[in-house]
């Protein structure tokens, strides 16, 4: 699974320390898929805690599969210092019954549905900062395509929002592989949709009797790549900038194209996904500081959790009277 490090403009714990928690995901992911696997694979189902509240036909098949790496808020460190390796012996699996999967491919799947929850969680939350998260994000299935299907080493940035002169400006998909930085802007709509493009303000969409424009998607592309790239310069980083168009239900016709575009329709779009997905490389240290660079240009709104904002409080009223006006 590719890993979720920023959403829009919601806090995120890759922020915090982006050379620890990739490594961490991964080990996290694959513990847990052989600890699931292993109880399915014996008709059992994985011990759940004691204070864990009993079934109820309420609770929705990803609830009853697992709440994947709870961690106990009164039990984690504070922010301020560095995680340790016996931080992560308190992330936790809960599990309910999976026997409700038939074949293994089905498990993977209720595996896949609940990392995804997961990933939403470490993308909007650190140990001591929340941010509201719009509830369809649980259910884009763009979001899912590109966390489901990508591989570990894989950073995804989902329509980031950048603070640039002091003004936010929300950008579209950016995927960091190893070897390369993807700008990526989608065009979906109806099935069979076909895009005539050009190089004016929009492009013509077509579907059936019907004609509309669309957005000329070459203009958010540029606009990503220049922003992008110049702070990955300034950061002394040498990964290559892709730009793509990406239509997998649809059809991309431009004969007169500019060179360094990536059209990835429907014809195309299979080669270029098993070319991303068949890098075998591990999470690279140029891809990281690619990764810390671009974060620390991007916006994040977000409040204490009430935990911090009672400490906080506490500290406050505890100050001699002097010091307090």
């Known amino acids: ?61 990803k609830r009853k599969l697992f709440s994947l790496f709870r961690k106990k808020e009164e039990d984690e460190p504070n922010e301020e210092r560095i995680p340790s390796q016996a931080d992560d012996d308190e992330i936790e699996l809960e599990m309910g019954h999976h ?38 994000y649980s259910y884009d299935e763009r979001l899912k395509y590109l966390l489901q299907r990508f591989p570990d080493n894989t950073l995804v940035l989902y329509y980031p929002v950048f603070k640039i002169k002091n003004a936010p400006l929300e950008l ?17 709509f109806e099935d069979g949709t076909a895009y005539i493009g050009s190089g004016e303000r929009f492009w013509l969409k077509k579907w059936g009797d019907t004609e509309k424009k669309v ?16 702070i990955v310069e300034f950061a002394g980083v040498d990964l290559p900038i892709h730009k793509g168009v990406i239509s997998r239900n649809g059809y991309i016709d431009y004969p007169l194209a500019p060179v360094g575009y990536h059209f990835i329709d429907k014809r195309m779009h299979e080669g270029w996904f098993q070319q991303q997905r068949s890098n075998p490389s591990p999470i690279k240290s140029v891809q990281l500081k690619a990764a810390k660079s671009i974060l620390d240009y991007c916006q994040t709104t977000s409040f204490k959790r009430m935990h911090y904002q009672n400490e906080t409080l506490k500290e406050w009223e505890s100050l001699p009277e002097e010091d307090s006006r």
């Open 1 to 61: 699974m590719a890993q979720l490090i920023k959403l829009q403009d919601y806090v995120s714990r890759y922020e915090i320390d982006l050379y620890r928690y990739p490594s961490q995901f991964v080990r996290l992911k694959k513990q847990q898929w052989e600890k699931m696997k292993h109880h399915w694979e014996n008709g059992g189902s994985v011990p759940v805690f004691e204070n864990e509240e009993p079934e109820t036909e309420r609770h929705s098949v």
């Open 99 to 136: 026997s409700e999967s038939a074949t293994e491919e089905e498990l993977k799947q209720h595996f896949l549905d609940s990392i995804f929850d997961f990933q939403l969680r470490w993308a909007s939350s650190t140990i001591s900062q929340k941010s509201y998260v719009d509830n369809s």
């Open 172 to 188: 579209e998909v950016i995927m960091i592989t190893p070897t390369a930085i993807w700008c990526l802007s989608f065009l979906e």
């Open 215 to 230: 957005l000329n998607p070459l203009i958010s592309l540029r606009r990503m790549e220049r922003i992008i790239g110049q």
